[in-house]
């Protein structure tokens, strides 16, 4: 007995060794990154939690059908659909890959893409139509998604009808309505294609949503809502191995304290750096700088139902008592620049290249206040403490300007973005970003300011006109048609009815080890996959 039993432990040792051997032999880099926030909804999943800081993680754990080639041109590209082609104005037929696989182990299937664009994960029930932007995030009963998830959806799938299965590796997108933007649609993170089997297994939609299970290189090990995101290696990825073993990312909200992190050798990364940091950080001959302007604008938004801003009037005087260009000097070193209204070249021909931003003339918001009858009521300013770079000081530039200008606006600090929309009490301006997901108008202006996007679903702003103009730029397939429509919203929501002002463009500055040769995107997200792992910017 003793001999087979000694057999048998040194046949089990011959097998065993070779696999502990090989985890051993995994000398891939684990990495960790201090950011200013993970995510503002305190979930991971891509359909609610619609955020800069969420950008920044979500492409690493889920993926769509198509991507965006933020490292390159700005162009769409393959990603879970291997190829796809335009059916008619209504419909693109996809081709799934046949090597892409969940982190569960299963494959992408047909029935997985009609899941993830289903009513159980995107559109709820009748009971969840209601938009509730400013709730509070991730509240909700079993596994229905909470009420702002179907908002969401329905800010980036206005007219979406269905998926529907061709075959076992064919899938049909069929919208409502005529739409010539319906690949760039689907290259948005809220179209991920997620598991739906893994989705069924989860106890209640907070537990799925605080560990999707998707198909991106990378999968999700651990997240700690406020302190920790914890990600591993998928090693099945379609792609193949991802270079890294494992990506920490911690949430550290002071800059002084990801900075010191980087310094110490606690962090390879640190986000969202102020230019004026970045002598600190490159005083050091081991780390660096890196980053430059992504697609995305920081604006300043109006609530037209404040007393003093139902005039138009105010609202204009405020955008001219705004000197862009200083804040541009001043807190960014020159690092961006004041765009042509909120847009973007990538636009290509839909790009209005004549527009301008208001001129800054402190003569002419003078006369616009005198006329408004003004007469020094305060202007509640809800501010966050610096989610965004430089937030804080470019506040103060602001409300120097409007002072000048002679209106009276209070700061009121507030902790989230909750908090910032909330209808309690009297809301008058806030901070906000708008992004461009692909490179036609609808995926920014109407997404954001249309009947379906956040300001006029809070009750902050709506304008009529612009409602039906954001239709013609959905539905329109004559391209002159598209691009009056799209200059006459301009006029409306920065001319004419002050929706939001734009005030210059992102730049995104992430503070890295030098050794290591990684290139920053043109967005939010931190890209780690084996394409730019080993790239110098």
Not at 432 to 444: E, G, I, K, Y
Request: proline share 6%; net charge neutral; hydrophobic share 40%.
């Amino acid at each position: 007995m003793s001999v087979h039993l000694t057999r048998r432990l040194a046949l089990t040792a011959a097998v065993t060794l070779p696999r502990l051997a090989f985890a051993q032999a995994d000398q891939r880099s684990a990495i960790t990154v201090a950011v200013q926030k993970l995510a503002n909804s305190n979930v991971l999943e891509p359909l609610r939690e619609q955020s800069n800081v969420g950008t920044r993680i979500s492409g690493s754990f889920s993926e769509s059908l198509v991507d965006m080639d933020w490292l390159g041109d700005l162009s769409l590209r393959p990603s879970l659909a291997e190829s796809w082609r335009r059916i008619d104005h209504h419909t693109v037929e996809f081709t799934l890959r046949q090597n892409a696989r969940f982190h569960d182990g299963r494959p992408v299937t047909a029935e997985d893409v009609v899941f993830s664009f289903g009513p159980e994960r995107m559109w709820g029930s009748g009971e969840q139509s209601r938009n509730m932007f400013g709730a509070t995030p991730g509240r909700t009963q079993g596994k229905a998604p909470p009420p702002e998830v179907p908002a969401i959806a329905r800010r980036a799938y206005p007219a979406f009808e269905r998926f529907e299965i061709v075959d076992a590796r064919t899938v049909r997108w069929v919208n409502k309505t005529p739409d010539v933007t319906l690949e760039g649609r689907l290259a948005r993170s809220i179209g991920v294609i997620m598991s739906q089997s893994a989705f069924d297994a989860a106890p209640s939609w907070l537990d799925w949503a605080r560990k999707p299970v998707g198909t991106g290189p990378y999968r999700v090990v651990e997240f700690r809502p406020d302190q920790s995101l914890t990600l591993a290696a998928f090693d099945d990825h379609w792609a193949g191995r991802p270079p890294l073993r494992q990506i920490r990312f911690v949430e550290v909200p002071e800059v002084s304290s990801r900075i010191n992190m980087l310094l110490s050798g606690e962090a390879d990364f640190a986000c969202d750096i102020p230019p004026d940091q970045i002598s600190t950080v490159q005083g050091s001959p081991r780390h660096e700088v890196v980053g430059g302007t992504v697609m995305n604008h920081r604006i300043s938004v109006f609530d037209k139902n404040q007393p003093a801003l139902r005039n138009p009037l105010l609202r204009r005087a405020m955008t001219h008592a705004i000197d862009r260009q200083s804040i541009v000097d001043a807190l960014w070193d020159g690092r961006t620049s004041v765009p042509k209204g909120l847009q973007f070249e990538f636009y290509g021909n839909m790009f209005i290249r004549d527009w301008e931003v208001p001129k800054f003339d402190l003569a002419e918001a003078r006369r616009l206040v005198r006329e408004a009858g003004y007469r020094g009521e305060p202007i509640p300013y809800r501010l966050l403490n610096n989610y965004y770079t430089a937030q804080v000081a470019t506040a103060q530039i602001l409300v120097e300007g409007w002072r000048q200008a002679g209106i009276n606006v209070a700061i009121e600090m507030r902790e989230n973005f909750p908090q910032v929309l909330s209808n309690q009490g009297s809301r008058g301006i806030w901070d906000w970003s708008n992004s461009a997901a692909f490179n036609d108008p609808v995926s920014s202006l109407p997404n954001n300011h249309g009947p379906q996007g956040q300001q006029w679903q809070v009750g902050a702003w709506r304008n009529d006109e612009f409602g039906r103009l954001s239709e013609v730029l959905d539905t329109s397939v004559d391209h002159d048609e598209r691009r009056r429509a799209y200059r006459r919203m301009l006029v409306i929501a920065e001319r004419e009815d002050p929706a939001y002002t734009v005030l210059h463009q992102t730049t995104n500055l992430t503070a890295k080890r030098r050794d290591i040769a990684w290139k920053p995107a043109q967005s939010f997200f931190m890209d780690f996959t084996a394409n730019n792992w080993g790239r110098r910017a």
